[in-house]
């Protein structure tokens, strides 16, 4: 038997049972991961609260949960290509992640070896938050010389924004509440309250203009944006919510470049970027995860060991 996080019902934390299941074993075209952490996302509690969002991924009741997870491959099929027994691996399995085991059918698009020196926690988180913000800035071609708000800075995807747009050489203004600017001006942000009077507040700190805008918290960010000049071609959203302002982008991870996790973990392993994990739960405490993540005030990743 293993253990596999279900839900029979759609709803909130509640609905969500930590079950033992029969084991299951990879098929001909497949390798099973013996998962150890798997990085929580916004995602995975709207699909279990929304059945039309749980519908767009095909998703059924009974159901599994979360989508992110990293681990060791341990079983592999007699027609599997491109990973072995003893691969650490990291990856997303949309709605079935935090479980001991995930087949994965192979060739994989959505599987990728860990560098050494990452461990599996950082590698369990970066997925669905590493692609998502690499394709959110990708969309605005940042580059020296560019000040760049984000919305919802301190966020899963938020952390990876602020790195790799400081890395493409922009300063770098993010949008949260007052207590996380300590925590934003250590990854490399400016910190500037959202809410209202975002306008004025960003251009007290940019009185020479702000030249791009991410917002992934909702439209605040890129409505300022363009309220202070910015053109719409140069701004981007990530969360579902009205219609973005005309011109402005939606971008989510599968609009993400290739090569794109790849070069995230790359920097990750050079010390250039940081992850930072803002509470691990043991799979037991799966609903306090969920509850805590579904808040919306975590700086970093949310992951549960397993
Ligand atoms: N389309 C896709 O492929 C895709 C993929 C990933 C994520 N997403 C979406 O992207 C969004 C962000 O995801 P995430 O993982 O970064 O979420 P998250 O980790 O839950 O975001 C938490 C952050 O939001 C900030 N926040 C709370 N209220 C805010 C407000 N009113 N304005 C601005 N920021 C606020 C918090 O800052 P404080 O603690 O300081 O309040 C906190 O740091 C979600 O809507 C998610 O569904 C889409």
Redesign the pocket.
Known sequence: MSKAVLYRRFGGPEVLELQEIPEPHAAPDEVRVRVTAAGL???DW?ITTQPDMAARFGITLPAGFGSDFAGVVDEVGAEATGFAAGDRVYGAAIGRSVADFVLVKTPAATLWPTPAGIGDEVAGTLP??GL?ASAALAALGLRAGDTVLI??A?????IFAVQLAKLAGARVLG???E??FGFLRELGAEPVA?GPGLADRVRALAPEGITAATD???R?AAETALELGVAPERVTV???GPAPPPGVRKM???DADPGALERIADAIHAGEITVPIAATFPVERIREAVTT?AE????GKIVIAL
Do not use: C, I, K, W
């Not at 301190?154 to 938020?158: I, T």
């Not at 919306?296 to 700086?299: L, V």
């Open positions: 996302n916004p995602m709207q669905v938050s998502t919305g919802g301190a966020g899963g995807v938020g949008t949260a509440s207590g996380t959202y992934l918290f909702g605040e990530v969360a579902d989510g991870a599968l993540q919306r005030h975590a700086h």
